[in-house]
């Protein structure tokens, strides 16, 4: 799924989501053990994975290549609970929601 | 001790005296009948801005725009002539809603040759005309060049395309006046990726707009958004702007940036450090023209610690462009006197490279993050207020765009009501 050099990544490929929509839900449906797991494994690789992903036009990503930049999508998305909120919702957001209705086609 | 020179008038208040320094009564963000007034005084006299030319790309592309403020729903269409036109979303024979898919209240959007309606299939050509009647014979002396859509005022200003249902409006441009024609130029048409966030949040909208017309709740309200010693460092120094200016009806905040990139790389998350991006967008600018020099609207106060400038057109758009070549807009769209629907899009030049398009994740994650903790509190400000429990309430200096926000709704909705007397 993931290309090989990152094969260490492969059990998270889970993380591998389409949309904000489904990476945000994923967030708040996980632990934060799983999110913690998942961050530890992939933040130690995310300048290696951004300099591979570098060598390809961005329109032009083959989909093993596409799957990682999903998965470091997801990361992104992670690294709030992780580095900063200790939980999986944004601290003093309730009942609030946002949803993204549009993003960027990769 | 100010940290940022203020104006020889002692305050930025001050130097507009017209707006007092008195507390502020917020009546207007929670009385029905207000609501109803602002509806007619200002959101059918005024420019709205409803999107931007890149959604109609070619002849035939269009988009509805649910206008609950107005009572209206529109559909903005490129013509024929390239023209982009809006019209009034109603068929002209019975009234039903032209342009719509399964709910009537969702909007929708395509590209048509023509408009048919669902119910009786009357035709309409892209300039509005109306093209065919379903069994013409059947009518009373109907002459279709009458029936055509109702055209509604559209007009673009650097590819944002503004509506005004008053046709006796003054031009988009007199009405944007001096702060529009200070950015004019700005590389706005380079900046085409587009993340669109949407949101019903439970309050007047004058009250999410007061909360992004002030950043001095910044190191407070997101203030476990920084790590602990920023934080700490943050909530102690406060917030003070760089400069503020009011053109009436429209006003702007120019703030400082220094996370972009900050001086210090301990103050910043992990993943900001490798990816060099964070809430006030990725930290080099893209390679375009236009962004060196920058239009002469923007840093009106020339400082060297710019970071960003926040526009506040009145009514309901604010505008704001960061120093590293990105800017976003939000829309309030009002539906009740307690409720609105809030839209934020941020725009970049589109991204060539996987760690160009992550920089844009983390910017667009990031705003999520903090605009989810405003507009969380701003229902329980609304619950508060609609209690009346206290009326009146102090507004400091760095609170200036919400003084002149409320002052110019009173000025409208007076105007309105005097006029109809």
């Known amino acids: 799924m993931l290309p090989s050099e990152f094969a260490a990544l492969e059990p998270f490929s889970e993380w ?13 449906a996980s632990s934060m053990e799983e999110m913690q797991a998942f961050y530890d494994a992939a933040f130690p690789l995310l300048e290696q994975a951004s300099d591979h992903l570098d060598k390809f036009p961005l329109s032009e990503l083959p989909k093993q290549e596409r799957n990682l930049l999903l998965l470091l999508f997801s990361l992104v998305n992670v690294s709030f609970p992780v580095e900063v909120w200790k939980q999986a919702r944004v601290p003093d957001s309730g009942a609030a929601y946002m949803d993204l209705v549009v993003e960027p086609k990769v | 001790m100010p940290h940022f020179a203020k104006p020889e008038a002692g305050s930025w208040t001050e130097n507009y005296p017209e707006l007092g320094t008195s507390p502020v009564n917020y009546e207007d963000s929670i009385d029905p009948a207000y609501y109803e007034a602002e509806k ?12 931007r030319v890149e959604q109609v790309p070619k002849v035939g592309s269009y988009f509805t725009k649910e206008l609950a ?5 529109l559909v903005i269409v490129r013509g024929k002539d390239k023209e982009i036109r809006a019209f009034h979303n109603v068929c002209r024979h019975r009234g039903n809603k032209l342009v719509w898919n399964d709910y009537p209240g969702e909007e929708v959007k395509g590209t048509c040759r023509q408009f048919t309606c ?8 892209l300039d509005g005309d109306l093209t065919f009647v379903q069994q013409e014979k059947e009518f009373f002396d109907l002459d279709k060049a009458d029936y055509g859509l109702k055209l509604v005022r559209c007009e673009v200003w650097e590819g944002f395309v503004f509506v005004n249902l008053d046709q006796n409006a003054q031009p988009l441009k007199e009405y944007l006046g001096e702060f529009a024609k200070g950015l004019e130029g700005y590389p706005f048409h380079e900046m085409t990726e587009v993340f669109t966030y949407k949101a019903e949040i439970g309050s007047n909208w004058k009250l999410f707009i007061d909360a992004f017309a002030e950043f001095y709740h910044a190191p407070v309200l997101h203030m476990k958004q920084a790590v602990k010693d920023e934080a700490d460092k943050l909530f102690n120094v406060g917030y003070e702007a760089l400069h503020y200016e009011i053109h009436p009806p429209h006003s ?5 940036g220094g996370m972009s990139p900050p001086k210090d790389l301990t103050i910043v998350k992990p993943i900001e450090r490798v990816l060099r991006s964070g809430l006030f967008g990725p930290w080099e600018a893209p390679d375009i023209e236009g962004l060196d020099p920058l239009p002469p609207g923007l840093n009106p106060g020339g400082h060297r610690a710019w970071g960003n400038d926040s526009f506040e ?24 006197v307690d409720k609105h629907l809030f839209e934020a899009n941020l725009y970049f030049v589109p991204a060539k490279t996987a760690r160009e398009r992550l920089k844009q994740e983390l910017a667009a994650v990031t705003f999520k993050e903090y605009a989810l903790q405003d507009g969380n509190t701003l229902e329980a400000t609304q619950t508060m207020l609609k209690s009346r429990v206290v009326t009146e309430f102090p507004l400091c200096d760095q609170e200036l765009l919400l003084r002149h926000l409320h002052k110019t709704v009173a000025d409208y909705v007076k105007e309105h009501t005097d006029a109809a007397q």
């Open chain 1, 16 to 28: 591998v989501l389409e949309s904000e929509r489904d990476r945000y839900s994923k967030r708040l």
């Open chain 2, 40 to 51: 007619e005084a200002i959101f059918k006299k005024t420019w709205l801005n409803v999107g």
């Open chain 2, 69 to 73: 403020v107005a009572d209206t729903s």
């Open chain 2, 118 to 125: 669902k119910y009786h299939a009357w035709r309409y050509n």
């Open chain 2, 252 to 256: 702007m905040i120019s703030s400082w």
């Open chain 2, 313 to 336: 057109f009145f009514p309901n758009m604010t505008l704001l462009i960061w120093k590293p070549g990105w800017y976003l807009t939000y829309h309030y769209w009002p539906t009740a």
